[in-house]
Nanobody, 120 residues
């Protein structure tokens, strides 16, 4: 089992910044992908950004140039961050951390979610 604990959400004005953190613990494979998804009311959950255990990143086009996903310097800590700059009201959503790994079969784990609200 894998546990994911998120922190860092909150209320911010448009143009502001927030930093989300996600700490993973448990039975984590050396090779895995961690990512941030978000879900606004009435919308489907969508990928925001992801990072592999090797450090390769992927971003949704809507956040490129504004958001940065990174890992803790000590990779063994299995902690990822999402630095969100130049926030817009349309970035408001519940943000979820995900860890995906293949251990005999694909496993997907989710955090509890953290609310991000951007006021105009």
């Amino acid at each position: 089992q894998v546990q994911l604990v998120e922190s860092g959400g909150g209320l911010v004005q448009a143009g502001g910044s927030l930093r989300l953190s996600c700490a993973a613990s448990g039975s984590i494979s050396r090779i895995h992908v961690m990512g941030w998804y978000r879900q606004a009311p009435g919308m489907q959950r969508e990928l925001v950004a992801s990072i592999t255990s090797a450090g390769s990143t992927n971003y949704a086009s809507s956040v490129k140039g504004r958001f940065t996903i990174s890992r803790a310097r000590d990779n063994a800590k299995n902690t990822v961050y999402l630095q969100m700059n130049s926030l817009k009201p349309e970035d408001s959503a519940v943000y979820y951390c995900q860890l995906r790994q293949v251990v005999s079969s694909e496993q997907n784990y989710w955090g509890q979610g953290t609310q991000v609200t951007v006021s105009s």
